[in-house]
């Protein structure tokens, strides 16, 4: 089974500063992906940022980058310089490639307050 | 705008009353993916077609839920004799295919209220 942690339930971080989202996970597939979403209050889910089992390089995009520690089954997001827009809930979210599905599995989402 | 259009974006029925919802994926994208969020919930996978079929079927709560997916575009979502622990928002998801990377682009959701 399949399994994505996330044990911050809300985080606050000052404008400018950088946070660190915490994600572990749990699978039996040995090629697996890790995914960022982000989904502000309106509600829309937007795609942050992915990460690919046998990647040897930690993926970046922009502001956010993921620190990807296989061994410790840890993906966790760092958003740099943070902006009040980022003030949103975080969700982390795992794809196995075994079987036929492309199914995402989901953490209960962190909420990030950014305070001016 | 080119992107996943779910609709209607707000749905409130009676408890055992049936429901549709729909939507439209992301033009050429093959892979299409249902998911319902409960208040304060994260996402729980519900189906997932390639193309017309739906190999993964394996989210879906009970033989109330169904889906379908025509023309390998439109998708419908089919509730029966909705009940009132149905009420969440159901998010639609399209990709490229159901391979590796291909992020999912998710839809703005419709919000089911069940009275």
């Known amino acids: 089974a399949q399994k994505i942690t996330q044990t911050q339930p809300g985080m606050f971080v000052q404008e400018k500063e950088a946070v660190t989202l915490d994600c572990t996970y749990d699978?039996?597939?040995?090629?697996?992906?890790l995914f960022w979403y982000k989904q502000p209050s309106s509600g829309e889910m937007i795609f942050l940022i992915y990460q690919g089992s046998y990647d040897q390089q930690n993926a970046t995009e922009g502001r956010y980058s993921l620190n990807f520690q296989k061994a410790r089954k840890s993906a966790n997001l760092v958003i740099s310089a943070s902006q009040l827009g980022d003030s949103a809930m975080y969700f982390c979210a795992m794809r196995g490639y075994s079987g036929n599905t492309g199914k995402l599995i989901f953490g209960q989402g962190t909420t990030l307050q950014v305070k001016p | 705008g080119a992107g996943v259009s779910q609709s209607p974006s707000n749905k409130v029925t009676e408890k055992g009353k049936d429901v549709e919802l729909r939507c439209d994926p992301i033009s050429g994208h093959t892979a299409l993916y249902w998911y319902r969020q409960s208040l304060g919930q994260g996402l729980e996978f519900l189906i997932y077609?390639?193309?017309?079929?739906?190999?993964?079927k394996s989210g879906l709560p009970s033989d109330r839920f169904s889906a379908e997916r025509t023309g390998g575009s439109v998708s419908t979502l089919t509730i029966q004799r909705t009940q009132q622990e149905d009420s969440a928002v159901y998010l639609c998801a399209s990709s490229m295919r159901g391979g590796h990377r291909n992020e999912q682009f998710f839809g703005p959701g419709t919000r089911l209220t069940v009275l």
């Open positions: 699978t039996s597939d040995p090629s697996y992906g």
């Open positions: 077609f390639q193309g017309n079929s739906a190999p993964d």
